[in-house]
C-alpha cells in the first residue's frame, strides 16, 4: 500500500471519526440520532455567555480544525513553523468549536511577536489532555521519512498548548505509533514500536530551553524529570494493561473503564490514546465502521477526540480504500482534507497566501451583524473567502464562511435581533 493512501485514511478517517462523535461529547448538545450523519444542534454555556449553532450533516470540531493548522504550518522544507503555528492559534480562537479549556488558553496566551512559543498560562504544567495528540498526524505524515523529526517537531507543537507528561509523554507514544503505521508497520508491530521509544524517551533530550524547566518546576513547585519519570511509567503500566486485554479482549466498554477513559479522567491523552487502540484491534478485522461508530456513541467517553484517534489508526494501518467512500463525501471539506493530505506527502505548503495578514477574523466577527450572504471577505489564515449562510438559533448569530482554499467556518455572536433580515439573507 502507498504512503499516499495511509496518509489520505488517517486523515479522512481522523475527521470522520471526529464528526460521527461530536454530536454525542457535550450532554447539552440536541440531535436526533437517526443515522451516521444527521444534522444537530451545539451548544454551549458558561458564567459569560451561551451558543446555540446549528450543524450540518458530517461537521467536525476543534480536533479536525487544530489538525489543519498544524498541517498548514508546515514549510515546503519539511520544517513546523511554530511561528505560523501560534498565529493561526490566535485566530483560531475567533472560530473555534468544541475547543477544550488548555487550547483555548494556550492561544490566549499566544505572544504576539512570536518570540515566546510556550505560554505558560496559570494551569499550563497541569495540561495534559487530548488537545495536543488529536493534532499530531502532520508531524507523522510531513516527516513520514524522519523519525527524529517527526518526534522534534511534534513536541514543540505540544509544548505550544500542554506542558504536563501526560500529553508529552502520549505525544511521544501516539506519534511513533503513527510513524511505523505509515511506513507500513501491522498494528502490534507499531504497538510495540512505540513502547519502546517512549521508554527510551526523556524531554532532556530533545533541546527544549532550561528556561523551560525552570518555569515549569517554579509554576509547579515540582521537579520535571521526576514527574515525567513517574508518568511513563504510569503509561507504562497501561501499556502492559492494554496488552493484556487485546489478548483477552473483553467489551469495549469494560475496556475503556480498565484504561480510564470513561469517567472524570476521560480527557486525559494517555487515557483516549491508549483506548483508541484498543478499540481498533479489538475490531480491526471487522472494518472501519465497526471500529468508530460504536465509541462515537459511548456514554461518558470523550467521543469526538477518541473517535477521531480510531479513524485515523485505521486509516494509517489500512488506506484511504478502508474508509467508506459515502463516509468521505458526508464529512466537511473532504476535498480539502485529501489536498492537504497530498501537501503533507509532497511538503508543499509555500503558499503566499497562507501568510497575507489581508483581513482579520477577529474584526469580521466583531461586525457580524453587518455581513451578508454572498458577501466577500479575506482573513487569515484562510485568505479570501464568501459568506455561505446567516441565520439566528435561539440567542446565536451563526455565519457561515467558505475561504476559496477549501475550509468552511462559523463565526458566532450573541444576537442583538430576532431574525435576520431579507437583506441579510442576500434575497
Partial sequence: MELASRIKGALLGGAIGDAMGFPFEREENVYTDNGIFFPWTYRYRNRFRSLSVPLEAGSYSDDTQMTLMAARSYRSTGVFDAKHFSAELREW???????????KQAAKSTDRSGKLLFPFYKEYAFAGGNGAVMRALPHAAANSSNYDSCIRNGINDCLMTHGHPHAILMQVYYLSLLFALLNGGMLMDSIHFA???VDRFSLDETGIPEEWYEKWNEQTGLCYNAVENAVKDYLL??????????????????????????????GSAIHSALAAIYAVKRHEEEG??????PVSRMKGCDTDTVASLIGTLFG???GIESVDKTF???????DYLMEIADRLLASSFSLSSMSERTGSLKRHKANLEELRVGQNLTAFPF???IVTGKTISQNTLVVQVRFDIGQSIRLTKTAKQAEPT?????R
Avoid: W
Fill in 328 to 334: 468521505i463525501s458526508t464529512v466537511q471539506d473532504s
Fill in 316 to 318: 494509517a494501518a489500512y
Fill in 288 to 293: 472501519f465502521m465497526k471500529c468508530v461508530y
Fill in 422 to 426: 431579507p437583506a441579510d439573507l442576500g
Fill in 195 to 197: 513502547e519502546d521509544h
Fill in 383 to 385: 485568505g479570501h473567502g
Fill in 93 to 103: 480562537l475567533n472560530y473555534s468549536i468544541g475547543a477544550g479549556k488548555a487550547s
Fill in 237 to 266: 503500566s497501561l501499556c502492559d494493561a492494554l496488552s493484556y486485554m487485546i489478548k483477552e479482549q473483553p467489551a469495549l466498554n469494560d475496556a475503556f473503564k480498565c484504561l480510564n477513559a470513561i469517567g472524570r479522567e476521560k
